[in-house]
């Protein structure tokens, strides 16, 4: 599986967008991006995914580079709420999830 | 639906001594997965299993065993705890195994050994 690399931490004003880049360039054809997030000691919480395509959902959209080589998860009206840990992973198999560490992103008042 | 449960939420052990933690889903999941988080690290798998009756090993399955009682159980067992394996323990489910499943976590188990 691609390893990824994210920024250690972020700050965002809140009502802001927050966007959150992840480099995955040694992606290969079949695998997809995830983007989970982690609230302080929670379990992970799933946000969003995608293979090629930009997706958006209730929570987020996740910008995919045509050459998939980064992308950029976009909260678009960041709260305080969304302080969290956000994790990039890119998979071949659910089996196969390597979370890394992640960016701390912080949302100020 | 409570979703993915954990039992316990807190457990501190001694050296040497065994225990269980029980992992529960009510979404029908056919797959589940036990993740270890070191402090200030990302989820390690420790074991899934893809199915009912089949677990394979993970990124660090050394001292640990699993089982899966049913669809809906997943345990994980620690024969004899060592300091190093103080962590916090997340119990995971998806509805397959597949590329695109999604996994939910339940809200994890914090385990210090003493």
């Known amino acids: 599986d691609a390893k990824t690399t994210q920024p250690t931490s972020m700050d965002c004003a809140e009502g802001r967008a927050a966007n959150l880049p992840c480099n995955h360039s040694?992606?290969?054809?079949?695998?997809?991006v995830y983007w989970y997030r982690q609230i302080h000691s929670q379990g992970p919480q799933y946000i969003i995914h995608g293979l090629k395509n930009n997706e958006t959902n209730e929570m987020a959209s996740l910008i995919i580079t045509e050459d998939r080589k980064s992308s950029t998860l976009i909260l678009p009206h960041a709260t305080l709420r969304d302080t969290a840990v956000y994790y990039c992973?890119?998979?071949?198999?659910?089996?196969?999830?390597?979370f890394g560490t992640g960016t701390r992103l912080t949302v100020i008042p | 639906n409570a979703g993915v449960t954990q039992t316990p939420k807190f457990q501190v052990l001694k050296t040497g001594q065994s225990m269980t933690l029980q992992c529960a889903q009510d979404m029908n999941h056919n797959s589940m997965y036990w993740y270890r988080q070191d402090p200030g690290m990302g989820l390690r798998l420790i074991y899934y299993?893809?199915?009912?009756?089949?677990?394979d090993k993970g990124e660090v399955p050394n001292g640990y065993n699993v089982s899966r009682l049913n669809k809906r159980e997943f345990s994980l067992r620690l024969e004899s705890a060592a300091p190093s394996q103080t962590s916090v323990y997340f119990c995971?489910?998806?509805?397959?195994?597949?590329?695109?499943?999604?996994?939910?976590f339940g809200p994890g188990t914090r385990l210090l050994v003493l």
């Open positions: 992973i890119v998979i071949t198999g659910a089996n196969n999830l390597f």
């Open positions: 299993s893809a199915s009912e009756g089949t677990t």
């Open positions: 040694t992606i290969s054809g079949n695998e997809y």
């Open positions: 995971a489910s998806s509805e397959t195994s597949g590329v695109q499943e999604t996994q939910y």
